[in-house]
């Protein structure tokens, strides 16, 4: 892993990256609303947006405020493909890119000026690189941290650009409202406006000891750092992700626990497959669940040794959906997900079948070598045969 110096740091961010990729494969979509997913939505586009609809919300909740929306199936592929080029063009800028998720990256051009001119340039013609080689519009905030650096590319969207100079920094801060703070969600916002406190500027007024005292240590001293644009973090090249994660739209429908329990193996199936690719290893297994009220629930299970075998991941995510199941069953469920973390890459232990039961391992890599060759639909679980498939999520890239 290779941590980059102090220099202009760039977050490039890919706008309503899904819906985008949509309207550039299809022109009659482009200009017209439209929503990526039936039962819940995964993305809309700005013209969706502005009709108050929003990722996560319900498909007909956002049918319901948007009527006249195009909605269109998912195509991970497409999506996953997209991201992959707009990597390059990043790469192409600079080394030193660290990829967040598959859409948004932070790029440090501190050592670019020469080759290259001032950070604006830089992300003028990243911009126009992206929309010409790849067709999608990217918004990029500047700034000297990665903090205000994405706090810059959120108030630019959609389709901006937004330098923040470093004798600017705390003017352009201050007025934005306390959500704007990373780590500020629906609960703390709530705690700083019912005490009167709306802006970051206002955060930034109190002395350290009074946001702990009302917040928390973590979340006070946190937020006090980032409220005067206190943020040390470098970007960071070579990172390996700490977590990789499947999940599964619902829709609005009660599901029985056979039903959860089949969508559970096919996202162990998909998972086990991504771990070995990667040639990884986890120990922690979280169940992940959002219910129609929005709200959500994980479950977690670590197993005793680091494992990348899709029994051993499945059986642990059918232990967490049993002991779920009582809080599932009244409720109606709109979202699974499964996610592996507690990474430990050099410590598999080979395990050979003294009991003469089927060799697990040899099995996987059967299964992975067909689906690699045939797709990722050529084997499956009988139980599954009953669902329409889902395309795999994309991964962010290497």
């Not at 039936?38 to 700005?46: D, E, M, W």
């Not at 967040?100 to 001032?118: C, M, N, Q």
């Not at 391992?361 to 329409?388: P, Q, Y």
């Amino acid at each position: 892993m290779f941590v980059s110096n102090d220099g202009p740091i760039l977050h490039a961010d890919l706008d309503a990256f899904y819906a985008s990729v949509e309207q550039r494969d299809d022109p009659a979509l482009r200009g017209r609303p439209v929503i990526v997913g039936t039962g819940v939505v995964l993305a809309a586009s700005y013209e969706a947006k502005a009709r108050g609809v929003r990722t996560a919300m319900g498909g007909r909740q956002a049918r319901l405020l948007c009527p006249d929306a195009v909605v269109v199936q998912p195509r991970m592929a497409a999506y996953s493909a997209a991201s992959k080029a707009v990597f390059e063009v990043f790469r192409d800028t600079t080394p030193l890119v660290e990829g967040i998720s598959i859409d948004e990256a932070f790029l440090d051009v501190g050592g670019l000026r020469k080759i290259a001119g001032p950070p604006r340039q830089i992300a003028t013609t990243l911009r126009a690189e992206v929309a010409r080689r790849v067709g999608l519009p990217i918004t990029v905030g500047v700034a000297r941290t990665k903090f205000l650096a994405k706090v810059a590319s959120g108030v630019a969207k959609p389709d901006g650009l937004l330098v923040v100079p470093h004798d600017a920094e705390l003017a352009f801060l201050h007025p934005l409202p306390v959500e704007r703070l990373w780590g500020v969600g629906v609960v703390t916002s709530g705690k700083l406006r019912a005490l009167g406190i709306t802006t970051v500027g206002e955060v930034a007024a109190f002395d350290v000891r009074e946001l702990v005292s009302m917040l928390g240590a973590g979340s006070g001293r946190h937020l006090h750092a980032l409220a005067h644009n206190r943020d040390p973090r470098r970007v960071r090249v070579g990172q390996r992700r700490r977590s990789m994660g499947a999940q599964r739209a619902l829709g609005s429908r009660r599901r029985g626990l056979t039903e959860l329990d089949e969508f559970t193996a096919g996202l162990a199936d998909r998972l086990g497959r991504r771990l070995r690719a990667a040639d990884r290893a986890c120990r922690t297994v979280t169940l992940r669940l959002r219910f129609a009220d929005f709200t959500r629930a994980t479950r977690s299970h670590t197993v005793p040794k680091p494992t990348n075998g899709t029994e051993v991941i499945l059986a642990a995510a059918r232990a967490l959906l049993t002991t779920a199941w009582p809080m599932i069953a009244d409720r109606g469920i709109t979202l699974i997900g499964l996610s592996l973390s507690n990474f430990d890459d050099d410590a598999i232990q080979l395990e050979l079948p003294f009991d003469g039961g089927p060799d697990r391992a040899a099995l996987d890599v059967t299964l992975d070598s067909l689906r690699g060759r045939f797709g990722s639909t050529a084997v499956t679980r009988a139980a599954l045969l009953r669902h329409r498939p889902q395309e795999e999520m994309p991964v962010l890239p290497d």
